[in-house]
């Protein structure tokens, strides 16, 4: 159950943003966004918080019930959790958003997104043990944001683990969003011009 929660949220915050700017160039109205005078970060920004706090509603209904009907144990602090849970959520978004960068169309954002989410979805240790996969498997699966969060809401919810225990997974979803936001950001202003 608590890695159900990084993998709904990777699918669905994948695919609202993967077809956020795609579906603005398609409609024509991205020249109403670029007539403002705001910066492309700005506009990035703008099209994910929405989704940010989609995404914290969807963790909030998943994590109520993991306990509640499921009766999984939440040994840890709630507050880190909810606070890690948001950093996942908008590594995903930088991710997606990324997609609808270099996406002609919805439909090669959509294929993107689901390119992306079968190596999370099979690499993270959700669906098979981490330890038991090849080595060249568990490199690929340490640059894909789902595996440090199954290892994070695991670590929280069933063994009470703290901030300090977590910092490589931590550090490695930060990272992992600052790269997927710049060159987000780098192929957003390639895409104006």
Not at 26 to 53: A, C, F, H, Q
Not at 144 to 163: C, D, E, N, Q, Y
């Amino acid at each position: 159950m608590p890695g159900l929660l990084g993998t709904i949220l990777t699918l669905t915050m994948l695919i609202f943003t993967a077809l956020s700017v795609t579906r603005e160039i398609e409609r024509g109205t991205m020249e109403n966004l670029l007539s403002m005078p705001i910066d492309p970060v700005e506009i990035m920004l703008g099209k994910i918080t929405p989704y940010i706090v989609i995404g914290f509603l969807q963790a909030t209904l998943i994590v109520a019930a993991a306990v509640f009907l499921f009766q999984v144990p939440m040994l840890g602090n709630i507050g880190l959790l909810a606070a890690l849970t948001t950093l996942f959520i908008a590594t995903n978004l930088a991710v997606g958003y990324t997609f609808s960068t270099l996406a002609q169309n919805q439909l090669q954002a959509v294929q993107m997104a689901m390119m992306y989410f079968l190596p999370n979805l099979l690499l993270s240790g959700f669906l098979f043990p981490y330890a038991g996969m090849p080595a060249w498997a568990r490199w690929v699966g340490e640059a894909l944001p789902l595996t440090h969060f199954v290892r994070i809401v695991r670590a929280i919810m069933l063994k009470g683990a703290t901030l300090f225990t977590l910092q490589f997974d931590v550090a490695a979803l930060a990272g992992l969003m600052l790269i997927a936001m710049t060159i987000a950001v780098l192929r957003f202003r390639r895409t104006l011009d």
